[in-house]
């Protein structure tokens, strides 16, 4: 890790691993006049973010083996930071990483066109101070299908489909989990619902699927708010929801086995 220049210039951090990348940015920003901080991981970056304090991060995620995964996760770790974040991309962006971008509203400026777009991009963000820091609330459990009592003389067996809602400052998600039949796939349909609004429906709000260690899937939820996913089965699910503009819903997917989430709150 390495923290250059002094002063009360911006603070920018450029985390990635990718050596050209970084060497380019260290001379256009040193000719931009701000400080720089240097980080190759997200471990990395999440130590000097608590102790330097970044105006902005430059994220170059060309040398993960997952751009649009490690893209993904930097939000999720660091929503602050949302709102003051490029994303360095190769000439052509992959579809998958074009998709985060959309979905998180990162600005990107491709590689070889740093020196002519990097300077515009970066002081748009550093003197847009009116606009509101982006806000990560956790939802909370209001119901899960899986808790509710069996009546009397009704065989204990557990439906086929897991239903769940959660609430977080008034806006709800319904979920609704189902294996696909004796293999490991599991389809996740979900809604998102603002209930003191006339039309509740939440149409055209993106949506992100995350795993324990990787991004799996990216989607925006249509004109009745629905959204839907198939994927593998696994635990350490998360599901993130952007239902207004910088504010974001974080909730834990509990696992189709049957393992319950605990209840969250807001943060």
């Known amino acids: 890790m390495l923290v250059e220049g002094a002063g009360t210039v911006p603070k920018i951090m450029?985390?990635?691993?990718?050596?050209?990348?970084?060497?380019?940015?260290?001379?256009?920003?040193?000719a931009m006049g701000y400080q720089c901080v240097l980080a190759l991981s997200l471990k990395e970056a999440l130590v000097l973010l608590e102790k330097e304090k970044p105006d902005a991060v430059?994220?170059?995620p060309q040398a993960d083996s997952s751009p649009d995964g490690m893209v993904a996760?930097?939000?999720?770790?660091f929503p602050s930071l949302g709102d003051r974040t490029i994303v360095v991309t190769g000439e052509e962006a992959a579809p998958e990483l074009l998709k985060v971008l959309d979905a998180?509203?990162?600005?990107w400026v491709p590689q070889h066109l740093l020196l002519q777009q990097l300077w515009p991009c970066l002081d748009s963000l550093l003197t847009q101070n009116i606009v509101p820091r982006q806000v990560t609330s956790r939802a909370r459990l209001v119901f899960n299908s899986f808790l509710q009592p069996v009546a009397a003389g009704v065989r204990n067996s557990q439906p086929a489909d897991h239903r769940i809602l959660y609430e977080s400052e008034g806006i709800m998600a319904d979920l609704s989990l189902e294996p696909q039949g004796d293999s490991q796939r599991v389809t996740l349909v979900g809604q998102v619902l603002d209930p003191a609004r006339a039309e509740p429906q939440l149409g055209n709000v993106p949506v992100?699927?995350?795993g324990q260690t990787r991004l799996i899937g990216v989607a925006k939820t249509n004109e009745l708010g629905?959204?839907?996913?198939d994927f593998d089965s696994e635990r350490g699910i998360a599901?993130?929801?952007?239902?207004?503009?910088?504010?974001?819903?974080?909730?834990?997917?509990?696992?189709p086995s049957g393992t319950n989430p605990e209840t969250g709150h807001d943060s």
Do not use: C, T
């Not at 996760?73 to 770790?77: E, I, L, N, S, V």
């Not at 998180?104 to 600005?107: G, T």
């Not at 599901?239 to 696992?255: K, Q």
């Open 73 to 77: 996760a930097f939000h999720r770790r």
């Open 58 to 60: 430059i994220l170059d």
């Open 104 to 107: 998180y509203s990162l600005p």
């Open 226 to 229: 629905e959204f839907r996913f």
């Open 208 to 210: 992100v699927l995350h």
């Open 239 to 255: 599901l993130e929801i952007g239902v207004r503009g910088n504010h974001w819903v974080l909730l834990d997917v509990p696992d």
């Open 14 to 30: 450029i985390l990635g691993a990718n050596p050209l990348v970084r060497d380019n940015l260290l001379v256009l920003l040193r």
